[in-house]
């Protein structure tokens, strides 16, 4: 059987100190840029792009980059409302933006229902200037039980860039869907009943 292609829309929030990088890391993966003069984002700003995840299952993300300031951190659980996933950042040549990630973390727990977070390193191509640790960011994240693997991003160069969105994009789909053993398209798993080809199939394969 021949699998239509699928779209499914969801928003993702960006979530850390201010001057980590959020918005250069949007603004390459976006469009393809990178300014050394990128200004920092005075309360929330907004883009979207689509994801190809596989041939057939594209994801049309919203994503939501919002200012690290201490000031707009009391505006923050309200953005977090209807995110699927969190990219809580850190740049790796800065100690203090990578203790922040708890207070960001906790934050996020607080405020939803357990939504996807990825915790991403910036700014990578600084490698002499490096403080954290690839190590100490996958300790950190299996210790807040983010998903996935931590990944250490350069905007600059675009080094996993684009994989750190792919990477969000496969944690969503593996969190919020299920593929049909029958028809084998994906559905909400919250569904006991494909809504593609009708089958019962309470007992799901889960993507992997």
Known sequence: ?????????YKIILAGQENVGKSSLIARFCDNVFNEEMQSTIGVSFK?????VEKNIVI???IWDFGGEERYRL???????GASAALVLYDTTNRESFD???????????????IVKVIIGAKSDLVEKKEVSFEEARALSSELKCGGIPIETSSKTGENVE???MNVAQEILKKLMQKCKVCGELFNRKLKICNYCGSN????????
Request: charged share 20%.
């Open 1 to 9: 059987m021949k699998l239509m292609c699928q779209m499914f829309k």
């Open 48 to 52: 979207r792009k689509k994801i190809q």
């Open 60 to 62: 049309d993300v919203n």
């Open 75 to 81: 505006l923050f659980p309200a953005y977090l409302n």
């Open 100 to 114: 922040d990630i708890q207070n960001w973390i906790q934050l996020i727990d607080e405020n939803t229902d357990n």
């Open 163 to 165: 994989q750190a969105f």
């Open 201 to 208: 199939v309470e007992l799901n394969v889960i993507l992997s």
